[in-house]
């Protein structure tokens, strides 16, 4: 197990760090909520940064959580953990007790490196593993497998068009389909990564491997990340205290754009076509947005952490009212 440790945490460097710490201050600080505590870096670090902050930290991977509460043993008291989505971090911060609300909250989207690393749980085309892809498989939600046996041909290749970005996204699905027709579901995360090597490769000259974005988009739908995502910008804010800053990386434009828009209508821009007499877009005037263009790591960073090179940072901050 330690040795389990030693290699998950070499192997999953917080993106950004510097970045977080600097806008959220937890010199400043009282109470923080990470909601993606992950392998716990970035919590680690605003811990080290300041003797007298505590932070929540939440995440809906029981493996992720075994391994953070290790490598966060020593701050005690000054760290809590829970497992849950962060679609209930109001429900989390109150059960808690943070009734003056968070003084920071940073949300690391996205998949871990324990959770790719981890052949059973069915993220990645690297090993032939059961098509899981539920980060929180306790949740009794859908596997992978099961959503390509019940999902119509649309449906699949529209998931894999609009949260991959796959061009051949119809011929992907419609191959998928074919081999259910024949009795021959796809169950295994090498077969799925086989079928869509031979929809969508152009005979292995590719940089990247052509099952990525098919794959992306199976876990977003699996997990529901984006419409999670949504609210959850909107539900931080709300139990932000004064001049308090949220922090948001992301690693799809998918997800960028909804965090922008987010912060936007959070900061009182209004998104109602122009000709509407009044406002209808729930627009309302609780922040200032920090990064009027996304963060993106150092060059430094991108090169050593292959995983930052697709990070962008937004953040904003509550205004005093
Ligand atoms: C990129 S990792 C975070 C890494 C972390 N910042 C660190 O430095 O170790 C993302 C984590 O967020 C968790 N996660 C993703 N979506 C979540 C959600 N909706 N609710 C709770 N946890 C979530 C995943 O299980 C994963 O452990
Ligand atoms: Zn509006």
């Excluded at 009795?183 to 490769?201: F, K």
């Amino acid at each position: 197990m330690k040795h389990e440790t030693d290699k998950a945490e070499t192997l999953h460097k917080p993106v950004m760090v510097i970045e977080a710490v600097s806008l959220i201050e937890p010199e400043r600080c009282a109470r923080i909520i990470d909601a993606t505590l992950g392998l716990g870096g970035h919590t680690e670090a605003f811990l080290e940064a300041s003797s007298d902050v505590s932070v929540i930290g939440i995440d809906q991977d029981k493996n992720a959580i075994e391994l953070a509460e290790k490598r966060l043993a020593r701050f005690g008291d000054r760290i809590r953990i829970v497992h849950s989505n962060f679609s209930e971090i109001k429900d989390v911060a109150k059960s808690l007790g943070l009734s003056g609300g968070a003084d920071g909250i940073i949300a690391d989207l996205g998949v871990s490196s324990l959770q790719l690393d981890s052949e059973e749980r069915g993220f990645s085309f690297r090993f032939d593993a059961p098509l899981d892809m539920r980060m929180d498989p306790d949740s009794g939600g859908e596997t992978a497998a099961e959503l390509l046996q019940r999902l119509t041909e649309k449906e699949i290749a529209d998931i894999i068009y609009l949260y991959g970005e796959e061009r051949h996204s119809r011929r992907i699905a419609r191959w998928i389909v074919e081999k259910r027709q024949a009795g021959e579901p796809i169950v295994t995360t090498g077969e799925l990564a086989a079928l869509v090597r031979r929809a969508a490769g152009r005979g292995g000259r590719e940089r990247v491997d052509p099952a990525t974005k098919t794959f992306q988009a199976l876990r977003i739908a699996v997990n529901n990340e984006l419409e999670i995502l949504k609210e959850f910008v909107t539900d931080a804010i709300s139990i932000l205290s004064p001049g308090g800053t949220l922090v948001i990386i992301t690693f799809h434009s998918l997800e960028d754009r909804i965090v922008k828009r987010a912060m936007q209508k959070a900061s009182g821009r209004c998104f109602c076509p122009p000709k509407f007499p009044k406002c209808v877009c729930g627009m309302t005037d609780e922040v200032k947005v920090l990064t009027r263009k996304p963060l993106i790591p150092k060059e430094s960073e991108q090169s050593e952490n292959p995983r930052a090179r697709s990070a962008k940072l937004r953040a904003c901050q509550k205004k005093n009212q």
